[in-house]
């Protein structure tokens, strides 16, 4: 064991302590992955980061990434805190442009926008569920098949099921049972778009709550994702679903091509995701990051 660089950063939030925490070990050179593995259920945070030397040339830095349960080929909230972590410690990018990632799912490009980072969504793999098992998901989410009105199958890495509900308080309100989704072995992202009374009444709601700060920006997507395969009932801000959703819902019509999305309300957090597709229909999906804690962990 040795002394090792460690940052605690939170993710898609100019605010500490109001997004989704990430743990991350700026040299796991020398850590096997059971190491990792156990280092990360330790964190008990829905993703903790090991960052290495690169294997492609091409890539600034090399990233692994564990939830309490297993390690992931992707996940957006650790890519934008392991690029900020490695970028406060002293990373030098070899393009002024932009930092490469390198990632299990391969190079993932991340842009600076002012103090903000985001990163290319990665291709995206989509389909329709199966009647079956989209009807077990509706069932372990107290979901009538009227409250849906559309459902895929989204592949960038993680592996989500998108459901695109009614409005939001059907979003805001639901219970899942976790067992049964953990038995399912599905990831769940459920999202709707506010209409505009609550979308002022919730930013009303948000300005008298940050009294004396800046308050979020009102959101045109609410969000909630559920994970319990993977161990994490309910993830605070998931950057790789809504880089997904964000493929589906610009490309189908339902969303236009930029907006800002909010998740986590209901676990007392108010993430912000700020998507954009480009020119080239590449989907950039950006966040704030702050550092919480700096030190060092013994690893």
Not at 181 to 202: C, F, H, Y
Request: aromatic share 6%; with cysteine.
């Amino acid at each position: 064991m040795k002394h090792r660089s460690f940052q605690q950063v939170d993710v898609f939030t100019a605010v500490p302590y109001r997004g989704n925490p990430l743990a991350v070990v700026l040299d796991g050179t020398d850590l096997d992955e059971a190491q990792m593995q156990r280092f990360a259920q330790w964190t008990n945070l829905s993703e903790t980061t090991f960052l290495l030397p690169p294997t492609d040339p091409g890539a600034d830095y090399r990233v692994r990434i564990f939830t309490p349960g297993s390690e992931l080929p992707f996940a957006g909230h650790p890519t934008l805190g392991s690029c900020h972590a490695w970028l406060r410690a002293g990373g030098k990018p070899k393009s002024a442009k932009q930092v490469v990632q390198q990632s299990a799912v391969g190079l993932v490009p991340i842009r600076r926008e002012g103090e903000r980072l985001a990163f290319a969504a990665p291709p995206l793999r989509r389909s329709a569920p199966s009647p079956s098992v989209l009807a077990r998901v509706a069932g372990a989410l107290g979901l009538k098949p009227s409250q849906i009105r559309s459902a895929q199958m989204l592949d960038n890495g993680p592996v989500w099921m998108g459901l695109l509900l009614e409005n939001v308080d059907t979003v805001l309100a639901l219970e899942p049972d976790h067992r049964a989704l953990k038995e399912l072995g599905q990831k769940v992202g459920v999202v709707a778009v506010p209409d505009t009374p609550a979308l002022i009444g919730r930013s009303n709601r948000e300005a008298r709550a940050f009294a004396g700060r800046a308050a979020p920006l009102p959101v045109a997507l609410e969000v909630r994702a559920f994970a319990a395969p993977i161990g994490v009932e309910e993830d605070p801000v998931t950057g790789s679903f809504n880089a997904s959703a964000a493929q589906w819902l610009i490309a189908d019509g339902h969303m236009p091509e930029q907006y800002i999305a909010g998740q986590g309300q209901c676990l007392g957090r108010d993430g912000r995701v700020h998507i954009a597709r480009d020119a080239e229909g590449v989907v950039w999906v950006g966040g704030d990051v702050v550092t919480c804690i700096d030190g060092q962990v013994e690893l």
